[in-house]
């Protein structure tokens, strides 16, 4: 289906295109031949995109699988079987935060243990499926404790199997998700936590990031997390910097370039005069 929407847009002539591919390897070929019509392409959750000149993401990805596996690991006593649940097992960001879930978990928690007959479990990013695989698992494992999920969709269809099957207190998710789908599992504790980052933030950053391409920007390495991207593009509206969050071919970073004026960071505020990046900002090369 992307593939189609992107061809479309090819055909009408547009100035960039700022995917989220459901299936990285699969849009190769279409960005592809996007760029060499000339068409900016930016990515967003698609670190290992080749056809796009940055990709985006809204945060290293093996410390936000780590995050979500802490959660996890909490909730579980530290100790118990557990597996992990990938929206799309083509979805190269989601794979990469359940790996690095599940080493962390290996290195600091050794009571914790992978279902090795299914380490990754699938949901096509669909609730119900999310509902009727952990039904399965919690069914034909019953010493399964934990689901660490990625896709937004696993808490609640994971939520929603514990608590039919009345494994409140013995059975646990940690997943990405969005607080309204997960408030009354939240509410009744069947479900301890959900992490995300601002979709919102992330697409206009994602937009500002391709307008900037279009006028020539050029980005080089850096990383710089101190502020929210929706603070950054505030920011670099109000005093006149131009910040975007993105990554290159060699990594994640902040670019932000010079001219702006900052109050927001503190050792900025402290220095009311300070011109530039902020410290932990790497200047373009």
Known sequence: MQVQVIQDLIAQGVDALAVVPVDPAALEPVLGEAMKKGIVVVTHEASTQQNTMYDLEAFTNASFGQTIMESLATAMGHKGLYTTMVGNVTNASHNEWADAGVAYATAKYPEMKLLDAEPRVEIMDNLDTAYDRAKELFKKYPDLRGIMGTSSLSAPGVSRAIEELGLQGRAFVSSAGLPNENKPFLKDGTLQSVVLWDPKDAGYALCALAAKVIRGGKFGNGLDLTHSVAEAV??????????????????PHLASLPGGRCR???RCRRRQTARGPHPRAARPS
């Open 234 to 251: 505030a920011q670099a509206a109000r005093f006149g910097a131009e910040m975007v969050l993105a990554r290159d071919v060699a990594g």
């Open 264 to 266: 927001s960071h503190p």
